[in-house]
């Protein structure tokens, strides 16, 4: 089975730039989440996708990200423009369950992000 | 807050020597969970305890939850290189199951 993917692995842009990531889920898992993960740091949850709903996006910056799960499979995130403090690794995970759901999160590779 | 939050910061041990990892947090939880993350990598799902329980066991690892103290703890035995990772423990809260991950332990196995 294949685990959850992501794309690109690394990225380097200069600030002010558009940039946006890829990833596709585990089949089946109907729960995606998107986080970031500064250097040194634990993961920070940036918005959590059931099926096609954003049901929590608290910690998202909407100024200048936003995110998308058009059919409720894969799902794309986008910051325009970039500033450097946005420089990190940004990690998808998906899982079994939904809101009332205990799972484990599965997660994929990352995609580092560095804004020069 | 609901982060949990580990210690020590970083540990350092022989190869066959036992890790002791901590976690603490501050409010009601519906499970903890710990995971790796081995350098450039996503992190890896480790172990699941859920609120009532006590003691869970998985191959080398052995977790413990005492509510009462709002505390975790993640014993690696016989630890091996491979092990050196990062570990983080997470938090499950709430209705909707939200999942907070702490800033992370680094393990250094030395050969």
Redesign the interface.
């Known amino acids: 089975e294949a685990g959850?993917v992501q794309s690109p692995r690394y990225k380097i842009i200069e600030k002010k730039q558009p940039v946006a990531f890829w990833c596709n889920p585990i089949s089946g898992h109907n729960t995606l989440y998107w986080?970031r993960q500064n250097l040194?740091?634990?993961?920070?949850?940036l918005i959590?996708y059931e099926n096609e709903e954003a049901?929590?996006d608290s910690q998202l910056p909407k100024d200048r990200f936003s995110a998308e799960r058009l059919k409720g499979v894969d799902s794309t995130l986008k910051i325009q423009p970039a500033e450097l403090g946005d420089s990190a690794v940004y990690?998808c995970?998906s899982s079994a369950?939904g809101?009332?759901?205990?799972g484990?999160?599965?997660?994929?590779?990352?995609s580092r992000l560095t804004v020069l | 807050s609901q982060q949990g939050e580990e210690d020590p910061q970083a540990l350092s041990i022989q190869e066959g020597e036992n890790a002791t990892m901590n976690c603490s947090y501050k409010t009601s939880i519906n499970n903890l969970q710990w995971y790796r993350q081995n350098s450039g990598r996503g992190l890896v799902h480790l172990i699941l305890i859920r609120s009532n329980e006590r003691e869970k066991h998985s191959g080398r690892l052995r977790v413990t939850l005492d509510t009462s103290k709002k505390s975790s703890s993640l014993l690696i035995t016989a630890s091996r290189a491979a092990d050196t990772a990062s570990y983080f423990c997470a938090i499950n809260t709430g209705a909707n199951s939200k999942l907070t991950f702490g800033k992370g332990i680094t393990l250094s196995v030395r050969p």
């Open positions: 959850v986080y040194g740091q634990g993961p920070e949850l959590r049901v929590d990690l995970a369950l809101l009332a759901g205990f484990e999160l599965f997660f994929g590779e990352g």
